[in-house]
Nanobody, 123 residues
């Protein structure tokens, strides 16, 4: 099976920045769009951002647009999420997802998921 591994989470103060990374298997990474989702305690997993196979197209949830930037490096089989101006409401477990046919915010269209990395933003 395809394995996705997230890293870069941590505890930061409001206004700080973090950069999350996700590593995937070579063939799965290059063949599909990828995305980031997050899940806060007691809430459903929600869409954050997605990026096309080539990296030329991106899509963001309104809550993070202008603050977060998604990117991918197909040569290294990695996707990243640069998070700036973090707020306490950004606190959640962040998940990398792969295998979608294209840019989408629908969880059920992604075939593979990482284990998640915790991001905690203090006020």
């Amino acid at each position: 099976q395809v394995q996705l591994v997230e890293s870069g989470g941590g505890l930061v103060q409001a206004g700080d920045s973090l950069r999350l990374s996700c590593a995937a298997s070579e063939r799965a990474f290059s063949s599909r769009a990828m995305g980031w989702f997050r899940q806060a305690p007691g809430k459903e997993r929600v869409f954050v951002s997605a990026i096309s196979r080539s990296g030329s197209m991106t899509y963001y949830a309104d809550s993070v647009k202008g603050r977060f930037t998604i990117s991918r490096d197909n040569a290294k089989n990695t996707v990243s999420l640069q998070m700036n101006s973090l707020e306490p409401e950004d606190t959640a477990v962040y998940y990398c997802a792969a295998g979608a046919p294209g840019l989408t915010m629908s969880r059920n269209l992604y075939d593979y998921w990482g284990q998640g990395t915790q991001v905690t933003v203090s006020s």
